[in-house]
T-cell receptor
């Protein structure tokens, strides 16, 4: 994750609130920005991704925004539910291997 | 479609011993990756294969780690000799770059070195 900084490392929200996780990257050649959700003891699973030719993408309660000029991208989860509790990883790449952030542990309390 | 398969799921060895992990990617996926995920961190790429050729192994500790994908399908990752700091989950992923950039991860092998 040395090419990707992710904040915050932990995030606690109440059910129904929104959660925002931010990442910054350094490689100007990066053109692919996925977000993975990893539950305890499970494999990382892709929840949403965005390519560099798009500024925003939404999928139901999840959205990702990308600012290529500033080299940062964010994950937005609205109307959070307890089952959203997990570790979320951002990543960046240029079509091949991914560089991952260190993860954000999200806790949604009822 | 069947997912990425890995075995074993868990392995406990003593330091200086050797260990091997196996991965079977999703059928038709030409690209295969091995990642190391230390507890509390994001996955870190160890090696990437395109068919049976190595694309990137710059972060593979080659004095003790080796990997191969002889027929362009299954892959094995070996550690010899293991060190305490090798304790981690080893994740295999595959992708079909002709269709999308998405990487599909296997369940991982949790290695504990004592």
């Amino acid at each position: 994750g040395e090419n990707v900084e992710q904040h915050p490392s932990t995030l606690s929200v109440q059910e129904g609130d929104s959660a925002v996780i931010k990442c910054t990257y350094s490689d100007s050649a990066s053109n692919y920005f996925p977000w993975y959700k990893q539950e305890l003891g499970k494999r990382p699973q892709l929840i949403i991704d965005i390519r560099s030719n798009v500024g925003e993408k939404k999928d139901q309660r999840i959205a990702v925004t990308l600012n290529k000029t500033a080299k940062h991208f964010s994950l937005h989860i609205t109307e959070t539910q307890p089952e959203d509790s997990a570790v979320y990883f951002c990543a960046e790449g240029s079509g091949y291997a991914l560089n991952f952030g260190k993860g954000t542990s999200l806790l949604v309390t009822p | 479609e069947a997912g990425v398969a890995q075995s074993p799921r868990y392995k406990i060895i003593e330091k200086r011993q050797s260990v091997a992990f196996w991965c079977n990617p999703i059928s038709g996926h030409a690209t295969l990756y091995w990642y190391q995920q230390i507890l509390g961190q994001g996955p870190k790429l160890l090696i990437q294969f395109q068919n049976n050729g190595v694309v990137d192994d710059s972060q593979l500790p080659k004095d003790r780690f080796s990997a191969e994908r002889l027929k362009g399908v299954d892959s094995t990752l070996k550690i010899q000799p293991a060190k305490l700091e090798d304790s981690a989950v080893y994740l295999c992923a595959s992708s079909s770059l002709t269709l999308s950039f998405e990487q599909y991860f296997g369940p991982g092998t949790r290695l504990t070195v004592t």
